[in-house]
C-alpha cells in the first residue's frame, strides 16, 4: 500500500506483486473499514492524533498486515515574489509577480483551495511614513503568475508585501488562515551620506564593477577598495583600484573566488 496527503485526505492506493494498482482491496485502519473509489484510490481522513498505525488489507479472502503512516491536515503557504527593482521609479507603475505555492502535510496541493486571497503592499517613505494597498479577490493560478500593478510612492525606502488567505481545515472543523510576507529595502542610499556605489556586471569576457552615482551617472576616476575571498585561502584579498574614464574597473573571470565586496 502506498499513501500521499490530498487535500481529501490520506490517499492509499494498493499494489500488487507487480506494482500493479488493484482496485478491488479494501483497507482497514483501527477498526474501521475503507473501501476503494472507482478509480481504485482508497482515501482515509486526516487525523488531529498523527502517528503510525497497523493496517489491514484485504481483498478476497487474502489479507495482510502493514504499517501506514496517519498524517494531521497541516496546510502551509509560501509564495515566490518578484519586483523589477529597476521598474521603481517615483510615480510610475510598477509590477509584483507572484508564484504561490499551498501544501497539505508537506506535498503540493492546488491553490485554488486559498479562500479569499488578498495581497498587501505596504509602503514606507524615507521620511517614516507608510501607506497600504490592498488587493482583493485576486486571481492565483497553480500553473502561471499573477501580476499586480502598483503605483510607486514618492521617496520610497521599503517594500512589505503580504500574501494571505484562508483554507478549510476538515479534520478540525474550522478555517485556518495562512499567510506569506516579503520585505524589500529599496535606495538605501539616500539613508547614508555617499553619493556613489558600486555594481559587479558579469559579461562574456569577465566581472566588471562599475561606479555609478545616485542618478545612475558612470562615475570616471573613482578610487574603489575591493575584497576578494578565494574559496583556497582563509584570508581574503583587498584591492586599492580605481575606475577609468567610463566609470569602469575590469575584474577578470575571478575563478574560485567566492565573494567580492566592494
Known amino acids: 500500500v502506498i499513501g500521499q496527503p490530498t487535500a481529501a485526505g490520506q490517499q492509499y492506493r494498493v499494489v500488487d506483486h507487480n506494482q500493479q494498482l488493484v482496485h478491488d482491496a479494501s483497507l482497514w485502519i ?113 500553473q502561471s503568475e499573477t501580476s499586480i500593478e502598483f503605483t510607486v510612492p514618492p521617496r520610497l525606502n521599503s517594500l512589505t508585501v503580504t500574501l494571505q488567505g484562508k483554507v478549510e481545515n476538515r479534520s478540525q472543523n474550522q478555517t485556518q488562515p495562512l499567510q506569506v510576507s516579503r520585505s524589500y529595502m529599496i535606495n538605501q542610499i539616500d539613508t547614508t551620506d555617499s553619493i556613489q556605489d558600486v555594481h559587479l556586471m558579469p559579461t562574456e569576457g569577465g566581472y566588471w564593477l562599475e561606479v555609478r552615482g545616485k542618478s545612475g551617472e558612470l562615475r570616471g576616476k573613482q578610487p574603489v577598495r575591493v575584497t576578494l575571498q578565494h574559496h583556497d585561502f582563509k584570508e581574503p584579498v583587498h584591492a586599492n583600484l580605481q575606475s577609468d574614464q567610463k566609470g569602469l574597473i575590469y575584474l577578470g573571470s575571478l575563478d574560485g573566488i567566492q565573494s567580492v565586496s566592494a
Not at 73 to 83: G, H, K, N, T, V
Not at 108 to 124: G, M
Open 30 to 142: 483501527s477498526g474501521r473499514k475503507y473501501q476503494p473509489a472507482d478509480n481504485g484510490l482508497i482515501v482515509v481522513p486526516f487525523t488531529n492524533s498523527p502517528s503510525n498505525q497497523m493496517a489491514i488489507i484485504r481483498r478476497g479472502n487474502l489479507s495482510s498486515l502493514q504499517q501506514v503512516e496517519q498524517k494531521s491536515e497541516r496546510y502551509a503557504l509560501d509564495a515566490s515574489l518578484y519586483i523589477d527593482r529597476e521598474s521603481l521609479i517615483r510615480s510610475e507603475k510598477a509590477d509584483l509577480i507572484i508564484r504561490p505555492r499551498l501544501t497539505v502535510s508537506g506535498l503540493p496541493t492546488s491553490v485554488k483551495l486559498l479562500q479569499d486571497p488578498q495581497l498587501s503592499i505596504v509602503s514606507t517613505s524615507l521620511d517614516g511614513v507608510s501607506s497600504t494597498a490592498v488587493y482583493e479577490d485576486i486571481q492565483l493560478n497553480d
